[in-house]
């Protein structure tokens, strides 16, 4: 229910953008996001948007990320710039309905390499 797509492998220092798109849930969508998760770490918040407007970002990407919402479309998407190889990870499309029902995206790969 939720499509994600644009990962890839880009230099450091360069830029990546992704999309998601969700289809099929029955609620209105509450919040928005994508998580990324590295190689032997947890899962972590990377930047969320809530009622379609408030944005939380994780402290390492501000500056540097910038998520985007059209609620009209279910759909989010993640600008990154200044790619670091510390962002390299499965990067996945969150979203969570009014009732607190939670869907979850199968993931991206975002390779940063020289």
């Known amino acids: 229910q939720l499509v994600e797509s644009g990962g890839g492998l880009v230099q450091p220092e360069g830029s990546l953008g992704l999309s998601c798109a969700a289809s099929?849930?029955?609620?209105?969508?509450?919040?928005m996001g994508w998580y990324r998760q590295a190689p032997g770490k947890q899962r972590e918040l990377v930047a969320l948007?809530?009622?379609?407007?408030?944005?939380n970002y994780a402290d390492s990407v501000k500056g540097r990320f910038t998520i985007s919402r059209e609620n009209a479309k279910n759909k989010v998407y993640l600008q990154m710039n200044g790619l670091k190889p510390e962002d390299t990870a499965v990067y996945y499309c969150?979203?969570?309905?009014?009732?607190?029902?939670?869907?979850w995206g199968q993931g991206t790969q975002v390779t940063v390499s020289s």
């Open positions: 969150y979203a969570r309905d009014i009732i607190g029902k939670e869907y």
């Open positions: 099929g849930i029955a609620f209105t969508i509450y919040a």
């Open positions: 948007v809530i009622s379609g407007a408030s944005t």
